[in-house]
């Protein structure tokens, strides 16, 4: 005996078979390759040698194969007991799955007859066992469905349809759902922690609507054509165009009131794109990175020179020059950190979501971001249709320049009562806040904005009424109770 326990003269060794790891077929290959390593072999003028051998082979497989293979075996012979078969039936039995296989080999030695030089007998042979492999192939799938239908009782074809399919999974409700994305690893308990949090610091120090700020990133394929289109009865089929995947990074933020919206950035590859040549003056804040994505440097110049300003001034608007303003930011590797989004006088400073909190309740990605770029496609997409060119002339003379505007028209037609109401989740109190926007709600009524005008319509309205009419002697301070 060896060392490892293996008996002297042996060449190679056999582990058990494992279902995980390997394919029954090819671990009985791998056993023929080790029987012919080990001249364990047929001799067909011994009979009696010729038996001992084959027991030899059959009960080398079985023990090292293991008892699962034992067990499959013995389900797939039965009713013939295992120990009573020869190796060769055994094999056969196994590796019957296999003789496709063996097909699509036989074709490739065929077809690479023109790249070597092989005997002519030798490719007849290797196309008559070609042939006679497809045959078996073929004449076992028509016994089978012969035999399928004979158990059913089926007179035409069984064929499997789609609404079949449909119906099959329908009865147990089998739907498909995404597995991936920012929704799937959200935190719902960190995010309702989150909410209180922040609730608490909102009443500590005493803030309200219009100084409570959100601001994130998105993508925007700025020149990408819809994807689908409709068609009349008559047209079987539309012209196609590229998808044109040109992108910017714009960055939305507002206040939870909706009264203030920043003016957007914009983040490009050029430095100075040639269309906008000789614009001394855009309606957005453009910045140029050469992937066009986000950094640290870009958002740390855009709030002390755009965020902080622009606050500042609203604040002064609305009669509260040295009130507080936080800006409520998510994790995201491009954001500073929040010890260095502090203005100097100390009064406007940034906060973080807690992570994976993102998709649920940050504001801007409620539905502001989504509705952003409804608008702006809505725009880029009547730009096109209105435009005396083809679609794909159009879509190529649009540039930059049209992007930008076309960006800015987005976000101003954004309504200040959507900007309010995405920030129910984060803070449901916000809709009981008062704010600047709140007359929007009550547009084309203007109720308290003329409220003495109107007093003073109704005052003259009572006194115009005759003596004996109750109202008459309604006083002014009666109609405004």
Request: aromatic letters at 8%; hydrophobic letters at 40%; glycine letters at 6%.
């Amino acid at each position: 005996m060896n060392p490892d326990g293996s008996p002297m003269g042996i060449i190679g060794c056999l582990g058990e078979f494992h279902r995980d790891r390997e394919i029954l077929g090819a671990y009985v290959e791998q056993l023929e390759m080790f029987f012919t390593a080990n001249s364990i072999v047929e001799v067909p003028d011994d009979e009696n040698h010729n038996r001992v051998v084959l027991q030899r082979k059959r009960v080398i497989f079985l023990t090292e194969a293991g008892c699962e293979v034992y067990e499959i075996l013995k389900n797939v012979l039965v009713p013939i007991k295992l120990m009573d078969t020869p190796l060769m039936e055994i094999s056969t039995t196994v590796l019957r799955p296999w003789k496709f296989l063996k097909a699509i080999i036989l074709e490739y030695k065929i077809n690479s007859l023109t790249t070597t030089a092989m005997p002519m007998d030798m490719a007849n042979q290797y196309s008559r066992e070609f042939q006679a492999i497809s045959s078996q192939q073929t004449t076992e799938v028509n016994r089978l469905q012969l035999k399928s239908k004979r158990q059913l009782g089926l007179k035409a074809s069984a064929t499997g349809q789609e609404g079949w399919l449909t119906r099959f999974k329908h009865r147990p409700g089998i739907r498909q759902l995404d597995v991936t994305g920012e929704t799937k690893s959200a935190d719902n308990e960190a995010a309702q922690n989150y909410s209180r949090t922040f609730a608490e610091m909102v009443q500590e120090k005493k803030l309200t609507a219009d100084q409570i700020y959100n601001a994130n990133e998105t993508g925007l394929l700025w020149k990408c054509l819809p994807t689908a289109m409709l068609a009349a009865a008559g047209e079987k089929e539309a012209v196609g165009f590229k998808m044109n995947k040109e992108g910017l990074t714009i960055l939305n933020c507002a206040n939870a009131s909706g009264g203030h919206r920043l003016s957007l950035l914009v983040i490009d590859k050029s430095r100075k794109p040639r269309a906008l040549k000789g614009i001394a003056h855009l309606p957005i804040s453009y910045k140029a990175q050469k992937s066009t994505w986000m950094d640290k440097g870009i958002f740390m110049e855009w709030f002390s020179t755009e965020f902080v300003p622009q606050v500042r001034e609203n604040m002064k608007t609305i009669g509260k020059p040295n009130g507080k303003c936080v800006l409520l930011l998510d994790n995201c590797r491009a954001h500073p950190h929040e010890s260095k989004l502090v203005s100097s006088c100390g009064n406007i400073f940034a906060c973080y979501l807690s992570p994976n909190v993102t998709s649920l309740i940050q504001p801007m990605d409620q539905g502001v971001i989504q509705n952003f770029k409804c608008h702006y496609r809505n725009n880029f997409t009547c730009k096109l249709i209105n435009s005396d060119q083809s679609i794909s002339d159009s879509q190529r003379a649009y540039n930059i320049k049209d992007a930008i505007y076309a960006c800015s028209l987005a976000g101003r037609e954004l309504k200040n009562i959507t900007l309010k109401t995405r920030w129910h989740k984060l803070w449901p109190n916000v809709i009981f806040e008062n704010s600047a926007s709140d007359d929007e709600e009550f547009e084309g009524f203007h109720v308290w904005a003329n409220k003495k005008q109107v007093v003073k319509e109704i005052v003259e309205i009572v006194s115009s009424a005759h003596e004996t009419n109750a109202l008459k002697s309604l006083a002014e301070d009666d109609i405004v109770k």
